[in-house]
């Protein structure tokens, strides 16, 4: 019988190495793929080394331009708008795995797969992105914009497995951290270097009085306490990319009950407004609601009402909507109050 294909995207770390073996013994010929994001030449030749000591088929995508266009471009106007953006959940829908779904199709290979820690389930002909089984590294939030089409061929080796004993096998711990084209640089240095005009403008508290000078609303967030012209006791409260405002108030000012959720992606509409336990998560800054929440429809987007308040929420934020384990769908925060 004619061994099933997985085409495997391979940094040749810790987890996409692990994952060979995995899929390995369950029976797949692993193809590995390694997306070129960065030009890190000594990524790149470690991801072919590595596939060449495990004796798979090795791949090379020049992911670059499209990378740079959908990612970094994006993270560079989001916050030049005062927006809070997340690449990383972007980057998995629109970049690895689409490109992993492309390649696939192009190579003739039914299934794809890649080192993130979670599971997919099938319930009455939908699929759900499910949590991994550790929920230390349960990598299921940046997953939310995965179409069914993907979800259908996609494999899980990670899913069931803990991180820190997964690490155990390998003399290399090291592992890549924060967002990966800063390099380690400060965000605000990186958007310089791409040309995000820094100008300054008012501090104005919530009834519009001005209290102080910003040196570029792309150096502040929401919840922000820290930083040029933000003074003792005041946090930044809003920020008004289009006047180039940041708006600062008290604590107690960051607590929102509503959210405006757009560019969404939902597995099932009928599900998400009519189930009585679905809970939301918000990385980053904001503070996820203790409660179920409550759901209403919008014409391009959802009306999201908590009975305990979120913590900060930001403009630009993806916000993910999980009933028990599963992943019911997500979206991007348009608006509060």
């Known amino acids: ?33 390694t997306i070129d994001t960065l030009l890190n030449s000594e990524t790149i030749a470690k991801a072919e080394r590595v596939a060449n000591e495990l004796g798979i088929e090795w791949h090379l995508y020049d992911g670059r331009e499209r990378f740079e266009r959908e990612i970094v471009n994006y993270f560079c106007q989001e916050y030049s708008e005062g927006r809070t953006p997340a690449p990383c959940t972007r980057c998995n829908s629109l970049i690895k795995w689409a490109i992993l779904e492309e390649v696939a199709n192009e190579l003739g290979i039914e299934y794809i797969a890649t080192g993130h820690y979670f ?7 939908y699929y759900y992105v499910a949590k991994g089984i550790d929920p230390a590294k349960d990598q299921s939030y940046y997953l939310w914009g995965l179409s069914q089409g993907i979800l259908r061929r996609a494999l899980t080796p990670m899913g069931n497995l803990i991180k820190s004993e997964v690490k155990e096998a390998f003399k290399d711990k090291s592992e890549s951290m924060g967002i990966c084209f800063l390099q380690r640089k400060h965000y605000t240095e990186f958007l310089e270097s791409k040309g995000v005009g820094m100008t300054e403008g008012d501090i104005v508290d919530q009834q519009g009085t001005i209290c102080g000078r910003h040196n570029g609303i792309a150096r502040y967030t929401i919840g922000q306490r820290r ?7 005041m946090r930044v409260v809003d920020i008004d990319g289009t006047n180039n405002t940041i708006i600062v108030g008290e604590k107690a000012s960051l607590y929102k009950s509503t959210l405006i959720i757009k560019q969404c992606n939902i597995v099932n509409r009928n599900e998400l407004l009519t189930s009585n336990d679905i809970m939301l998560k918000i990385r980053g800054i904001g503070i996820n ?8 429809e919008l014409e391009d987007g959802f009306v999201i009402t908590s009975p305990d308040p979120t913590y900060a929420p930001a403009k630009g934020q993806p916000v993910v909507f999980y009933c028990k384990n599963l992943v019911i769908g997500g ?5 509060f109050e």
């Open 331 to 335: 979206g991007i925060i348009e608006s």
């Open 119 to 125: 599971n997919i389930e099938e319930h009455d002909g």
């Open 227 to 233: 930083g040029e012209g933000l003074k003792d006791g």
């Open 289 to 296: 609601p203790l409660h179920p929440i409550r759901i209403s």
């Open 1 to 33: 019988m004619e061994q099933k294909r997985v085409l495997l995207g391979f940094s040749g770390g810790i987890d996409s190495t692990s994952a060979v073996g995995i899929l390995q013994g369950e029976g797949y010929d692993v193809v590995a793929l």
